[in-house]
């Protein structure tokens, strides 16, 4: 019922969760192209929210339930009440900046992607601007964990996977997200050998060197 619910644009919402390689191996499963869909071939979409919307969500609803027994209390104080409803307006704020759908289009046949929030483009770039990415963080302890994101130029950053220390399928995953997407993808680390590089930047033209400017100088 609860899976039912994380379907359609709210899917990746899941990825925040426990197991999240589990779900991803399984939406890829369903669908290689997870979580694009095709609308031709050689064209992705993508619908979704932010998952901020569940978290200002979560916000707004703790922050009430704490600041009501804060308020019965008799040891609460007119204080910290008020930020809890701090926190509620935040929550609320997080909630209503975020509701707006966002799409996410990789043309491959045109050789570009355009993001969309609210049915207008807010960005258009070439391929290689767009990639998948293996992320690395040190908790206290000092041991790695591992996050798999979708992000490019002017891209909020789309999480597939998140906080797993299980490195090898998460790189696993990532590489089949990127070939079956045919993006680039890097490694959790800037210089490695374990980039795959699909789509390069266009070589810049040397226009200053290859210009006549005997033809076009006047004294």
């Known amino acids: 019922m609860i899976m039912s619910v994380f379907r359609g644009p709210l899917t ?15 939406k890829l499963k369903e669908n290689k192209y997870f979580p694009f869909q095709v609308q031709q071939p050689k064209v992705f979409v ?7 919307i569940w978290k200002g969500a979560l916000i707004f609803v703790l922050s009430l339930v704490i600041c009501i027994f804060q308020c019965r209390s008799e040891q609460g104080t007119q204080n910290l009440a008020g930020f809890f409803v701090l926190g509620m307006l935040t929550g609320i704020w997080l909630v209503v900046s975020n509701i707006h759908k966002r799409r996410l289009i990789i043309n491959h046949s045109r050789g570009f992607y355009q993001f969309y929030i609210k049915g207008i483009l807010w960005q258009e770039g070439p391929l290689h601007q767009i990639y998948v990415r293996l992320v690395a963080q040190r908790d206290a302890h000092g041991t790695l964990f591992y996050s798999l994101i979708i992000k490019g130029y002017r891209l909020e950053a789309l999480t597939l996977a ?3 220390d299980k490195c090898e399928l998460i790189d696993a995953l990532g590489r ?11 490694d959790y680390e800037d210089i490695s050998t374990r980039h795959v590089i699909r789509h390069h930047p266009p070589e810049k ?8 400017y005997g033809d076009n100088m006047s004294v």
């Open 46 to 52: 993508m619908e979704y929210y932010k998952d901020m």
């Open 176 to 186: 089949r997200m990127a070939r079956n997407l045919n993006l680039n993808y890097f």
């Open 162 to 164: 998140d906080l797993t």
């Open 205 to 212: 033209e040397e226009e200053e060197e290859e210009m006549d």
């Open 12 to 26: 990746l919402w899941l990825c925040h969760f426990i197991n999240a390689e589990k779900h991803l191996t399984e």
